[in-house]
């Protein structure tokens, strides 16, 4: 049990800025990162008031006259009906639900703005919402990859490898949830593995499980031997996160589980899975309006099982190859509407969780970079606060790789620095340094360059810096050998955090309960 | 004499948006391209009105109270102390130049803050300034790289299939100048060689030479043979890009050459290329302020030379290695830079080149593209005017790429998508789209699909979006392979644009006359 520890948690990050990096720097390489970030630049805003006043009357008007349909939960019904939805029968187990225009956004006023989901480690707990970003591995893929064994399907092992992976990195701040389905493990047993995975190998925050409303149930019940049940019903220690079943459909597991986080005061998650064509408007406004939509109904249920519960309004949008009709990744259609989502989410005061490092390529290759850090720009610009899929994702989410997981997380040291933006000061004007030498003369002995040589540029550990000959004679290697090479050394060089025993004999003797008590199941 | 076709030029972009993109499907790919972008989204400003007038007030004081040196150029000399320069011998032919803070904003008022750049193709003249995007490919690489054959000293065979992969690209606008240095040909005969380059294999706008001010007077001749003496007195038709020789100098063949084109009412580009620390304050604030006293000084000449003669603002940032001290290019503060010189450069009302895409990566990977990507959405959010550097850049600009040619043009194409911004109306809101099934329901069969269905996303010619089953079975080539034989085949299928006869007999009787009249010198 951790709440002497928790009690004192308020998380608070380290400062940004180039001084605290500096303070940084003299301490290991684990130790630059910080548990999370606070944004230094404004957002990019690209889309005019009326536009945004536009996307917001569509969604209302799509709410108000098309409807959400929701399936096989009669308490969630109970509680839409109880707030104002007009309910229309389509089955015994199905209704549609119309939700007046401002209805939704009514309701959602008592979501928190931000929130803190706390970390069993309270150094590495999150606030998330307002100007802090959070970033998180990649979330859901059944097949693996790396360069020596190709892509396979995933299992606990690589669960628990891209845990450890992650927590090694200084600049991931969250431990994600399904970094990868273990498929050797039964569908109904997975969860309490992959929960006791984040709580054994990271000591950052997570996400539980959201399958099933029981599953659900069992990854709060581990946060409560962990954290202690107090601490848990007055704190977000875990979040879920929620597809909704677009177009426009909420389906009973999902509501079910969503009410189970919300009723247990923890956080959700609540992402409409949009692609063009498919499962929403081809236009990436309509896109947009159909996402916020969907999103606001399904967070609202959070504040009709408990008010003040955490939610988080979210939107994945992808778009779609015109010559195979498959899904493609990291476009820019759909980088434009995280920009815009950003907006919208700001004007409903509701934390965001938007876009990642999304690639379409089958390789840790130029492709996927180039996607990738579109899509990422697009999140950090455009707001997002929490960014799942920030480290990762390959062949449209299909599979998790372990070279491209290293690729990502140096990215993400690279946006923490992005982010600081710039310092204007005497110092950082350097006036001095110019004029102490004069025209024609070379700055590298200069007190001013020598006082910020270790904190004025972000340090890569993957990008090759130097020179081509001594790169060439080093073996040419290009970035995924590299990456192969690191991830493979960081495996080896992990140590999982300290874990009070007692409290790994109980969670170890919860999961030997839960899994006694049910056969196996495979689908 | 294209005199006729260029009367009626005056520079048209295609509109912008997804209407003129539907219009434009209906072409071949190469016409797929625009001329130039009209930017549909604003520019990212990230730094407060306060920080801005820091940075404008040290760029002052650096002027007044550092100076300028000019070398070794009296006639420059003699106009910059005209206009009321502060003149101070240092020796006989260097002499530092101070300049009263507000005196260089005031010259530059007569610099147009727009101008057109003529192409042969009138359609293909750009527009250079205000809200346009031009993109050409990189420039000044002494060796060239391909998969096959490795790195080695560039060729004007090189230089030719540079021009005409640029040709074929309809995401490039400009064919830019020394897209490789063509190291087989004499040094004092390579301008000759390159300017006939771009005017035989490609019909858009192109730069000139800067070496010497003979050499710029040779490009400038040629351009008079092309379009007609009165048509180049009159119009913009050739550009030099020259760079400061920074910190804080000017040196006499840079300034020569500006006043050759400046005389001659043509354009040019007034870059610091700032590696911090060396060059330039570590701090990337100071290396902005710096930036920005260099450019207006040498800006400035143009005008005191030919009011109203075009000039371009421009900066390069490039930040060290902590490791080896080497230069390293697409890295998060110089991109922050980029876009904060675009806020001044608004500010000064210049067009503006800047960033690009920049990668100090020896090979085609996921390091090139991941650098390039943030480099270049600097520059696209910035508001830089003319990206010299947008397609090919590797190895810390010392090598041009064929594959990374073909990968950059790519992601020009999805930076036009990005630029196009969202356009939000009745449409593509598609509400009529989601309310015609309803909910659960797919939208693959809609008329609102099917209407957009070629328009709504950019297809990209090199990114592979099939699922991995496919490729696989393909053989699985990752990017750069496959950039690899894409170059191959653009060159196998390019066809040079008709040019004049008479008027291409007596480009190669100029370029005879003038390589006769002089010995080969190799350095």
């Not at 970003?133 to 669960?159: C, H, K, N, Q, W």
Request: proline share 5%.
């Amino acid at each position: 049990m951790l709440e002497a520890d928790l009690a004192l948690s308020e998380a608070k990050p380290q400062r940004g800025g180039r001084g605290a990096r500096r303070e940084r720097r003299a301490h290991s390489a684990q130790d630059q990162g910080r548990p999370y970030i606070v944004r230094g630049i404004p957002t990019y805003d690209i889309l005019s008031e009326e536009s945004l006043v536009r996307i917001e009357q569509t969604a209302e008007r799509i709410l108000a006259e098309i409807g959400i349909e929701l399936r096989e939960d009669a308490e969630a019904l109970r509680l839409y009906r109880e707030a104002g939805a007009k309910v229309t029968d389509i089955s015994a187990d199905v209704w549609n639900l119309k939700f007046e225009p401002g209805m939704l956004r009514e309701i959602l006023r008592t979501a928190p703005a931000e929130f803190t989901q706390h970390a069993r480690n309270p150094a590495n707990s999150v606030r998330i919402g307002g100007k802090n970003v959070v970033f998180a591995p990649s979330y859901g893929s059944p097949f693996v990859m790396d360069l020596d064994r190709g892509r396979r399907y995933g299992t606990i092992e690589d669960f628990r490898n891209f845990v450890k992976l992650s927590q090694s990195s200084p600049w991931l701040h969250h431990s994600g949830g399904t970094v990868c389905e273990p498929t050797d493990v039964p569908v109904n047993k997975r969860h309490l593995d992959m929960v006791y995975s984040h709580i054994r190998y990271s000591d950052r925050a997570f996400l539980g499980s959201i399958t099933a409303a029981e599953r659900a149930a069992d990854s709060v019940e581990m946060c409560r031997i962990l954290f202690g049940a107090d601490f848990v019903d007055q704190n977000c220690v875990v979040m879920g996160n929620f597809n909704t079943t677009s177009p426009l459909v909420l389906d009973g597991v999902t509501t079910a589980g969503i009410r189970t986080y919300a009723a247990a005061n923890q956080g959700s998650i609540h992402l409409p899975f949009l692609l063009g064509g498919a499962v929403a408007p081809l236009t990436i406004a309509g896109m947009v309006a159909q996402g916020l939509a969907e999103s606001m109904a399904s967070c609202a249920l959070t504040q009709l099982v408990r008010p003040g519960a955490p939610a988080v309004l979210a939107s994945f949008f992808s778009s779609m190859s015109l010559r195979t009709g498959s899904p493609t990744f990291g476009t820019p259609e759909p980088a434009i509407g995280s920009l815009v989502m950003g907006q919208l989410a700001r004007r409903l005061n509701l934390p965001l969780r938007c876009a990642g490092n999304f690639s379409t390529s089958k390789l840790p290759d130029g492709q996927a970079m180039q996607q990738s850090m579109m899509s990422m720009m697009s999140a950090i610009q455009g707001g997002a606060n929490y960014v799942l899929h920030s480290a990762g994702f390959l062949d449209g989410l299909l599979s998790m790789s372990y070279e491209k997981l290293v690729m990502d997380t140096d990215m993400c040291g690279a946006l923490h620095a992005y982010m600081d933006g710039m310092e204007v000061n005497d110092d950082t004007l350097g006036f001095d340094a110019l004029a102490e030498l004069g025209p024609g003369q070379h700055l590298f002995s200069t007190a001013h360059t020598l006082r910020h040589y270790e904190t004025a540029y972000w340090d890569s550990a993957l990008n090759d810096d130097q020179p081509w000959e001594t790169w060439d004679e080093q073996g040419g290697i290009d970035y995924a050998w590299r990456a192969n090479a690191r991830w493979k050394k960081l495996l080896a060089e992990y140590q999982a955090p300290a874990l009070d025993q007692a409290t790994d004999e109980a969670l170890l003797d919860f999961i030997d309960r839960r899994k006694s008590s049910m056969p196996d199941m495979w689908y």
